[in-house]
């Protein structure tokens, strides 16, 4: 595999990331087995400080060379992200190594370490398809998958990225990877995630550029999908290697759930979700282009597209995906203002500068999508408040600053969360009684 090694190389450097050095092989890294297993943790053989769960699936040899998906879980919870994708990598027969070292929020390095020693160990100890290595991430980590799938382009033929994703420039995903039929982008987010309108703009821009992409929206917030969406995530990705000839088409699959993509299509425009039906359809259209299926579901997605109440809904949806655009840029400038005060404004003045109490009117009077998106607003003040802004005021000794801005936060929800309550308690070490008792109930579990 040295001549793989090389393109790596280069192709890193050419991205000006210096993601894969020169890599040496190795014996194979003791205790990996060669059948069906899940191993915890093993530590790199190239980097002990780097380690990582492994899932091997059934019937693993190294007769054959095996897809492979590195998970890059955003606080380095590497048993949490393995089994999101395990059952499914189970029936694809997909290796799967997931980081505990990955981080989000933090500098490059990290994760440029974590994947470089994945890697190595993948090609050292594994049998793997150099052709068919897949990346996941959530938040942070679901824009460094995409960022490194740039610099892998030809061995990696997926991404799933989750509550994250990238600005439009050049030689991103959607231009590298323009027209390329052999590499898919699944995107996922939660209702009310913060980061939403951003998974699906970079879908918009991966199918403007002729690439293949499938969007999934979830009941929830900023957080990895739940169960189902990953395995749909894995089973959509299998797919997509069979129409790019990176697999043999198995005929029987693809019918069924092409069958079941249709029937789900008919009965969500059954309830009334037409919206849902109308994305459904078109991808369907897309994914399925050489079943007679696929032109079926796209004059179904024509005729609903003239519906008013649908055009209504896109059209709205366009508004407030702009607003969403417009208040994120309004927040920053709102934390630098208080930032740069000699005192901090009082909480109340700061939550009606930051439109908290407008935005929890439309929350509770607003239609469908007006809801939706005031969730997705108050959240992201919210993860702004309870934890970027307390963080930088603590590092720059500030405890008096970062309560302040958890006043003003609890003004949307209770704090909670490992590393948000951890910063509170911190802050509050100089606070006095009467401050303390406003943050009763506060991190309770």
Sequence with gaps: ?????????????????????????????????????????????????????????????????????????????????????????????????????????????????????????????????????????????????????????????????????????????????????????????????????????????????????????????????????????????????MRAGLRDTDSLWVRTRLRAEVERARQLERVGQWHQALQLNLAVARDYAPWPEARSALERATELRRRPAIQQHQAKARRLAEADLKQAGELQKSLEWARSQREMPSPDAFARKLRIPNLQKQLARGDSLEVASASRLLARIFVWLSFYEPRTYLQNRSPERALSSFETAVKIGRIQGKESCALLRAALQTAGSEQRSRFAGQCAS
């Design 1 to 241: 595999m040295t001549t793989l090694e090389g393109q790596w190389v280069r192709r890193c450097r050419a991205a000006a990331t210096i993601l894969l050095p020169a890599i040496s092989l190795t014996a194979p890294e003791r205790g990996v087995s060669q059948s069906g297993e899940l191993r915890t943790r093993v530590v790199s053989s190239s980097d002990s400080s780097q380690s990582y769960a492994l899932y091997l699936p059934p019937n693993y040899t190294r007769d054959r060379r095996w897809p492979i998906l590195f998970v890059l879980d955003p606080r380095g919870r590497a048993m949490l992200g393995l089994e999101l994708f395990q059952g499914a990598a189970a029936r694809h027969g997909w290796i799967v190594m997931s980081s505990y070292n990955t981080l989000s929020d933090a500098p490059h390095e990290p994760n440029l370490k974590a994947m470089e020693a994945m890697l190595r160990s993948a090609q050292d100890s594994l049998s793997i398809n150099p052709s068919r290595l897949y990346l996941a991430g959530f938040s942070g980590t679901a824009r460094a998958a995409l960022s490194f799938a740039v610099s892998l382009r030809g061995h990696v033929a997926g991404v799933i990225a989750t509550g994250g994703a990238l600005g439009f420039q050049l030689g991103g995903p959607e231009t590298t990877f323009a027209r390329d039929s052999a590499f898919g982008y699944f995107g996922a987010a939660g209702s009310s995630d913060f980061n939403y309108e951003e998974v699906l703009a970079m879908g918009d821009r991966f199918g403007t550029m002729g690439v293949p992409f499938r969007v999934v929206v979830f009941e929830g917030g900023h957080s990895w999908p739940p169960l189902d969406v990953c395995a749909d995530a894995i089973d959509w990705l299998e797919l997509r290697a």
